[in-house]
């Protein structure tokens, strides 16, 4: 009974909702196959060797990559001006966060308005169920796509491990995405497009508040990341590396990382902020208000990037990316934000990719 009631509060009627309880059976079954399929595979690897070979990993991958560093510098004068360039500028986006933010706190003690509203909020249609249908829908979407393009890979041996379907296969899936947040938004509750936030009113003026944003916000983000590794190596724990990270740094071909960077930059930004804050944000302000649904939502947004590790300042950059959007009634701040530290993580990694790390 417990269950029925819970089910009809977040679908509605059964009658009209039954495809979503099928959907739901297919994707918790799917992810059960998934997990015991996972836990075979590791079952016949050797524990104690895979343990000795991270902890050699652990003491001895810092110390290598610190000598190849060293020697790539004194070899490589370009190198070196590349380097400190990227640390003079991390310093100066550093400070510069800081006195951002003591100007912000003496703006706030004086009562000044910090940030213009582009748009009043709309009275939305859409709530906490929508979202529920959403995700099925989405995640079912996904499952479907991945078992279409496993069968393609086992009868076309050549895709096997190709770079550029993982990333062809994530552009689908967030496409399809973005067009169910859009039907449900304009088809189900006819609403206007705005009603999401996509609106180019201020433009300027909202991409402005995008980056004084997160500049202000980096030196919180530095001191949990100084945190987290700090509490990493008191643990011998090693962070797991993105499979973003993992496809770029594999890559050799030029068009299939370029369109890569051009996804994980722009692309997977702009839907991920529709589908948050645009989407999901409004349904949980409506159902619990303001301060629990940006803190609903961030929590949300963290776990689901399954990165345990960055949980904490994944969770941060959301809080940030949702305010922006409370504040202004637009998505193009949050997706400023989003679009930037993209890049700045991109950056990083090409880095790291040119010096073989």
């Not at 076309?156 to 039907?183: E, H, S, W």
Request: one cysteine or more.
């Amino acid at each position: 009974m417990r269950l029925r009631g819970m089910l009809k509060r977040c679908f509605g009627s059964a009658k009209a909702d039954w495809p979503y309880a099928v959907m739901l059976f297919f994707i918790i079954t799917i992810t059960a196959l998934a997990l015991i399929a996972e836990k075979d595979v590791k079952t016949k690897k050797s524990p104690a060797s895979q343990s000795m070979a991270v902890n050699a990993v652990d003491e001895n991958v810092f110390a290598q990559h610190q000598e190849k560093i060293k020697g790539l510098l004194k070899e490589n004068i370009s190198l070196y001006l590349i380097l400190l360039s990227v640390n003079l500028l991390l310093l100066a986006v550093f400070l510069g966060g800081i006195l951002l933010d003591i100007m912000l706190i003496f703006k706030v003690k004086r009562n000044d308005a910090l940030i213009i509203r582009t748009r009043e909020h709309a009275a939305v249609r859409w709530g906490m169920a929508d979202c529920v249908r959403f995700a099925i829908i989405f995640y079912s979407f996904a499952y479907i796509f991945m078992i279409a393009e496993g069968m393609m890979v086992h009868t076309f041996k050549r895709f096997d491990r190709d770079n550029l379907l993982l990333i062809l296969n994530a552009t689908v899936t967030d496409g399809m995405g973005i067009l169910f947040v859009l039907y449900y938004v304009t088809s189900i509750h006819k609403h206007r497009i705005d009603a999401i936030g996509l609106t180019a009113k201020n433009f300027f003026r909202n991409v402005y508040y995008g980056i004084t944003g997160y500049v202000a916000i980096v030196p919180l983000l530095g001191l949990t990341l100084v945190i987290t590794s700090i509490i990493l190596q008191m643990v011998h724990m090693r962070p797991p590396v993105q499979p973003i990270v993992d496809l770029l740094m594999e890559e050799k071909k030029g068009a299939v990382l370029v369109y890569s960077a051009v996804f994980a930059a722009v692309c997977g930004p702009i839907m991920e902020e529709i589908a948050f804050r645009g989407f999901m944000y409004n349904a949980f302000k409506k159902k619990w208000g303001v301060l629990w649904g940006i803190m609903g939502t961030s929590v949300l947004f963290s776990l689901l990037h399954a990165h345990p590790v960055g949980f904490v300042p994944i969770m941060i950059l959301g809080i940030l990316l949702a305010y922006l959007y409370e504040k202004t009634g637009s998505l193009v701040p949050s997706m400023t934000v989003h679009i930037v530290h993209n890049l700045a993580s991109l950056g990083m990694v090409f880095l790291m990719k040119g010096m073989n790390l």
